[in-house]
């Protein structure tokens, strides 16, 4: 009939109204012979790298594209996988991380994850040599035990943070530095910026220490001493991302501990123990 019109949508059915993608509208013409063109649609395109829109409509922003670091994806863009040009520890190709685009400004890149876990599996995640402190490991997911170290070699701002027991989150710091020693993973010229100052001078203002390496502030070696932890320590410790403080230590391989009366400070649930449970610990970074 002359004049009708209908939606119309030329692309393939399933990305129609996705991400950029949206349908059209087509008229009959004046003899009510037929249609005309479908007017207004938007069909899949290339990815454009330089906006949070999902030009190709499949449900994935930025695919292929490449950036130099979290803080380069565009603003808007949603958290998430994205690819990055490692340029540290022999890489050759571009490295799949984790962005946080939305916590203070986004542009955050997940370096390391503890996860909690009833399987025990844990703790055995952290027991990571000396000579692959800028290794990675795990797949890029604040979900999933996760160690990318090869961001150490590029940050100049963190902030790490816990998730409870009953799911509540909370930043334990945030701090800046200069960059950090190579060899010892000490951070230079470290500034907290807000947060717990207990928890920052443990966890970030000192040292460093594996097994097989003793760089911490303690006359020990406390990831020796701590399950064989590797991670930031002070003398030795108020989170530790595998290990318990209260015997026994490996607490059946469960995982993140944090000192439970910081947890209490922190509005956050905790158990009895002296070191209580948490979900998660994650270190966020950004340059």
């Known amino acids: 009939m002359p004049e009708t019109q209908e939606l119309c949508y030329d692309g393939p059915p399933s990305t129609a109204s996705a991400g950029a993608c949206k349908t059209g509208i087509r008229t009959c013409n004046d003899e009510g012979t037929g249609y005309g063109p479908c007017e207004g649609q938007v069909q899949p395109a290339d990815e454009l790298c330089d906006t949070p829109v999902d030009e190709s409509c499949d449900g994935r922003v930025n695919e292929g594209c490449v950036y130099p670091s979290c803080a380069s994806v565009p603003a808007g863009s949603p958290s ?7 340029g540290a520890a022999g890489a050759t190709e571009p490295a799949a991380i984790y962005c946080d685009m939305e916590v203070d400004g986004g542009g955050w890149t997940l ?5 909690g876990s009833d399987e025990g599996t844990t703790m055995a995640f952290w027991d990571i040599p000396y000579l692959q402190r800028f290794s990675s490991k795990g797949e890029p997911s604040v979900d999933t035990n996760v160690y990318v170290g090869w961001l150490y070699l590029h940050g100049t701002e963190y902030r790490d943070e816990v998730e409870d027991s009953e799911g509540k ?3 334990l710091f945030h701090a800046r530095t200069t960059g950090v020693a190579p060899d010892t993973l000490r951070f230079k010229d470290p500034e907290i910026v ?10 970030f203002a000192a040292g460093w220490s594996s097994p097989d390496f003793d760089a911490d502030t303690w006359t020990e070696n406390c990831s020796a001493k701590y399950s064989r932890v590797t991670q930031h320590y002070g003398g030795c410790w108020v989170y530790n991302l595998g290990s318990d403080a209260d015997s026994p230590v490996d607490d059946d391989g469960w995982g993140p501990h944090l000192h439970a009366p910081a947890a209490r400070r922190l509005g956050l649930a905790a158990d009895e123990s002296g070191y209580t449970r948490v979900r998660r610990i994650s270190r966020w970074v950004r340059w």
């Open 80 to 86: 998430g996988v994205y690819l990055a040009d490692p």
């Open 169 to 171: 989150v909370a930043q």
């Open 111 to 115: 370096l390391y994850s503890s996860i």
């Open 194 to 203: 807000s947060g717990d100052s207990d928890i920052y001078n443990a966890q």
